[in-house]
Nanobody
Framework: QEQLVESGGGLVQPGGSLRLSCAAS????????MGWYRQAPGKERELVAR???????NDADFVKGRFTITRDNAKNTVYLQMNSLKVEDTAVYFC???????????WGQGTQVTVSS
């Protein structure tokens, strides 16, 4: 059973920080590009950041200098460190595992991040 289990979401104040974790099981973790996506009410799901098995990253423009994606292949876990959070960052954040175009990606259940004073 392939599973992505997320944790670390919650309520934070503007300017605060939060670290999301995603633990993968049932997959050969090193074969997957891991990513974080988010979706706010009434909006389409959008890419936040991706990371390859070797540690190369791609970030959305709106997170440059604020968010950092990392992975620990020994722990089968990917992280998203979020700093300088804004109200506009409020969304459900999803973990994604992508093996390539011939395969269906895996998705986590999503974790709520709310930025509010």
């Amino acid at each position: 059973q392939e599973q992505l289990v997320e944790s670390g979401g919650g309520l934070v104040q503007p300017g605060g920080s939060l670290r999301l974790s995603c633990a993968a099981s049932g997959i050969i973790f090193r074969l997957y590009v891991m990513g974080w996506y988010r979706q706010a009410p009434g909006k389409e799901r959008e890419l936040v950041a991706r990371i390859t098995s070797g540690g190369n990253t791609n970030d959305a423009d709106f997170v440059k200098g604020r968010f950092t994606i990392t992975r620990d292949n020994a722990k089968n876990t990917v992280y998203l460190q979020m700093n300088s959070l804004k109200v506009e960052d409020t969304a459900v954040y999803f973990c994604n595992a992508d093996r390539g175009s011939r395969w269906l990606p895996h998705w986590g259940q999503g974790t709520q991040v709310t930025v509010s004073s």
